[in-house]
């Protein structure tokens, strides 16, 4: 332990690397997360997901379903440096975890599966990565397997991703003969023996020469046309010399203008480690990105990866068991020491560390300081949410949380015995403390509770939770989706007056307002990014105090909580203030704000409305034989089939389906192709329901 603190404490700040491994569902980033610790020494024995033995996948959970479904933290050197690892899952309902990921981390390495390419969710891992500006590498994963081909899945990354592949790699032998690789950039061959625990270097076989020069040629010519240092060497020596050509990779990684590809099979322990030293050689260190920015009321201020800066840290992840907190920091700025105390900007309440972690999934190792750029856990903090930020007391600075997404299902949850209620209500803040994707709330109609997140195994995996942790029995209900409602045909010039007078002083407010669709132009919405609601005002002559302009728009918020058709959150509506009267005694904001929420209910109701529910890009692999009926059921759930491509023996059908429809769907695939059919999920936003689905 002595040793691990001083490495710690000396290790600087060019030696850590905090990534993530992404990529849809089966691709094998949890298979990657353990060659790379069992190759980095910190673990002896090599983890399998079909045999539930993965350091990562600890969860019963994650091993009983064979997939990753909380991301986990572990942490490895390699070759002098730290690496902060992040597993994260790969199934549409956890993106929330990989969003919480993405917002801590420096790079991150996206893995493919050789016969399959760019799969729906490795597209929208790749983009949440991309709004986040997280430097990627490519690694093309299975390629022992039959139809393994990485010229066609660099192909995808290309089409799909619209990114510009830096291929550094040329496989040795196809499929079940895939033993090695070809280091492009040195010219050497590797050749892994076939337990995959070493590998030998050696000359570039006879047989691949032509080829591997042709790629080193390509490659060299991609890489001088993105990079003007690079291109001026080509230029003069008609080639790039090794040294050029690694930092020309290492500038464009960082800057996202293209992704360095390398290949192998994680599974057969061959090609982790040439993974591992384009990792430290062209993934950032935190130096490496731009500091941290954050907020302190108006201002904005800049945090450097400094040690000596004052503290600043984003909890990112929280783990409420039944014998303490665990919280997940990223520490951007400064050191903390255990026994110290910091802030909670948000809560404004001080909490005490008192043990700091450094993370191996579920197993830790106490250390007694973490310095910027260290991705540790704490014990202590008894009160912290996922996306605060904990700062030094006397330097307090708010960073932005990673954006939560709204549930789209819900299930009602209740007790098998009354006596369990107040149990189950416990477990259930337990479980949004640790999740913020999951809300619960109880239905003032029915009074049920009502436990919403992201799918229905989103929905599955929390029920059975409570029921292994708390040791709980309840009931869940049939999954109802959340559905919203929106606006085709407004109205104009809708006049509504509050006026109430009941002794003492009044309340007036006269507004005169218009509403109509709108479909989220952003310089329609006030600098404020929204997506859902645009206000503006056209008063003229200072009819209405610019106060009280601020005091309609947030009674119109309020009113977009139910709309006239079936009490559903409203959606894309624009409302304009045209003109308006005040009192000089009785007018205030309180009246205005009463007034701008009563005309906004009374002109919905006068609005032609229509009901919107989720509906998803669902994308199945099914045998040949099975096509016929995968489509007709599909039809039968008002899905529209979009595209239908032939892949060896099967087909991948990819169609639009309301997410309502899609419930059980896993079981009546599975029943339609002898077991053989697969599907996965995308979001794809809201689109109008017929008029027989009821809200």
């Known amino acids: 332990m002595r040793t691990e ?7 600087p700040l060019t030696d850590v690397r905090n990534l993530g491994i992404l990529a849809h569902v089966d691709a094998g980033k949890t298979t990657v997360t353990e060659r790379i610790l069992y190759a980095t020494g910190t673990t002896h024995k090599r983890g399998e997901v079909h045999d539930g033995t993965t350091i990562t996948d600890f969860d019963s959970q994650e091993r009983d379903r064979g997939i990753t479904i909380f991301a986990a933290a572990v942490s490895c050197t390699w070759a002098g440096h730290r690496i902060n690892l992040i597993d994260t899952p790969g199934h549409v309902d956890f993106a ?105 270097e050696g000359d570039v076989p006879a047989e691949l020469r032509d080829e591997a020069q042709r790629r080193r040629r390509l490659l060299e010519e991609t890489v001088a046309e993105l990079h003007p240092a690079a291109l001026e060497e080509f230029c003069a020596r008609s080639g790039l010399s090794e040294r050029t050509l690694a930092g020309a990779l290492r500038d464009l990684t960082r800057t996202g203008e293209g992704v360095v590809v390398l290949c192998g ?64 920091l990223r520490v951007y700025s400064g050191t903390i020491r255990k026994g110290e105390t910091v802030l909670d ?23 007694d300081v973490a310095v910027a750029g260290d ?59 640790e999740d913020p994707s999951l809300a619960v709330r109880t239905d003032s109609e ?93 008063v003229v002559g200072g009819r209405v105090p610019q106060e009280y302009v601020r005091a309609v728009e947030a009674g119109c918020r309020d009113a977009l909580g139910e709309g006239p058709i079936g009490g559903h959150p409203v959606t894309g509506v ?28 009374e002109a919905l109701r006068s609005s032609a409305m229509v009901l919107l529910e989720p509906v998803v890009e669902v994308t199945a692999t099914v045998p040949d034989e099975a096509v016929g009926g995968v489509l007709g059921d599909l039809a039968a759930r008002r899905g529209r089939v979009s595209g239908s491509t032939a892949r060896a023996g099967s087909a991948v059908i990819t169609a639009t389906v309301p997410l309502a429809e899609l419930f059980g769907y896993a079981t009546r695939l599975r029943s339609r192709t002898q077991g053989r059919g697969t599907f996965t999920t995308r979001a794809t936003g809201y689109a109008p329901a017929p008029a027989t689905v009821s809200g």
């Open 96 to 200: 929330d975890e990989v969003e919480r990921s993405l917002r801590v981390l420096d790079g991150a390495i996206a893995v493919f599966d050789a016969v399959a390419g760019v799969e729906p969710q490795s597209e929208s891992v790749w983009r949440q990565a991309d709004r986040h500006a997280v430097p990627r590498m490519a690694f093309v994963n299975k390629l022992d397997r039959a139809g393994a081909d990485l010229d066609t899945a660099v192909a995808s990354i290309r089409e799909r991703l619209h990114t510009i592949p830096l291929v550094v790699q040329l496989p040795i032998g196809q499929e079940e003969r895939f033993c090695g690789v070809v280091d492009l950039l040195r010219m050497r061959a590797l050749v892994w023996a076939d337990s995959g625990d070493t590998y030998e």
């Open 375 to 433: 991705i540790v856990a704490v014990i202590g903090p008894k009160a912290v949410r996922a996306g605060a930020t904990l700062s030094a007391p006397e330097a307090p600075l708010v960073l932005e949380p990673a954006s939560v997404a709204d549930p789209v299902v819900s299930v009602a949850v209740e007790a098998t015995r009354n006596t369990d209620t107040e149990r189950l209500m416990a477990a259930l803040v337990r479980l949004v403390e």
């Open 5 to 11: 603190q001083h490495h710690q404490l000396t290790s």
């Open 345 to 367: 900007v948000g809560a404004r309440r001080n909490e005490r560390i008192g043990r700091i972690l450094r993370v191996q999934a579920d197993r830790h190792v106490d250390v």
């Open 574 to 601: 624009r409302v304009t203030l045209t003109d308006g009267a005040t009192h000089p005694k009785d007018s205030s904001e309180m009246a205005f704000r009463t007034a701008g929420r009563f005309a906004l209910r």
């Open 265 to 328: 099979s994680a599974y057969r322990n061959r090609g982790v480690e040439p993974l591992l030293e384009a990792v430290v050689a062209y993934l950032p260190s935190p130096l490496d990105v731009p500091p941290v920015r954050g907020t302190l009321g108006d201002a904005v201020q800049e945090r450097a990866a400094d040690p000596a800066a004052p503290f600043a840290a984003l909890a990112f992840k929280v783990n409420a068991t039944a014998t303490g907190r665990l919280t997940y």
């Open 446 to 538: 029915t009074g049920q509770t009502v436990l919403s997140g992201m799918g229905e195994l989103h929905l599955e995996v929390a029920a059975e939770k409570i029921r292994r942790a708390h040791g709980l029995e309840l009931r869940v209900g049939r999954p109802q989706v959340a559905y919203r409602e929106t606006v085709t045909r407004g109205v104009s010039g809708l006049v509504y007056r509050h006026v109430k007078q009941d002794g003492g002083a009044g309340q007036f407010a006269h507004v005169v307002i218009d509403v109509e669709p709108w479909e989220g132009d952003p310089d329609d919405s006030g600098g404020q990014g929204a997506v859902d609601f645009a206000f503006r005002s056209a």
